[in-house]
């Protein structure tokens, strides 16, 4: 589906109410300024997206939040190898973290980012939405995008894919935020809207 320029203008004031709320929050948990900038928002077919974003055997450190109420769908955090260590740095102040503590530390960035966007989304559109407890793993693109799909009976073939980057002091930890709505939802978020 085809998005009107008025219909994606209030789609990314969401996105960037979302990303201030998640930019205060992370800067209050490390206690120095961070700015979140979403330089694209961008919808792609599940088959567009090995061939715009990452490759299917592109490996990759992802956290996985199912959510639910009004909207349904998950929310996939991923983040680049090249950007894991900087945010082990930013999270506890260290070079690097064993295993434990790097998913830990990634499984929080993801918990404080998708609970700022839903809770942008809930304001907008007074809608009732639940996270779960998020999942962090490590492994293919591909076979991470197919597991989150079979995960939802019923999904639609539109993701919203929010790249972004948190920025702080001369730092830049870039990721990948992926709204996997069920069927409809994408839409149904737009008519609330009342566009």
Known sequence: MEYSDTELDAIKEI?????????????????????????????????????????????????ISNFSGDYSGVFLLVIPDKSVGKLVKLLLGEDEAAGELEISAISEL????????????EGLLNAEIQTSVPRTQEDYFGAIISSSYLALEH??????????EFIYADEKIDSSLFLIPEQGVLNKMIESLRI
């Not at 900038?37 to 055997?57: A, N, W």
């Not at 999904?155 to 972004?164: F, K, S, T, V």
């Open 110 to 121: 993801t918990n404080i980012v998708t609970n700022s966007f839903l809770s942008a989304i």
């Open 15 to 63: 996105i960037n109410i979302g990303g201030g709320n998640a930019a205060t929050s992370i800067s209050q948990l490390v206690n120095q300024k961070i700015n979140m900038r979403v330089p694209e928002i961008s919808f792609f077919s599940y088959h567009e997206l090995f061939k715009e974003i990452y490759l299917e055997d592109d490996e990759v450190q992802a956290t």
């Open 155 to 164: 999904y639609d073939d539109q993701l919203m894919i929010m790249r972004n």
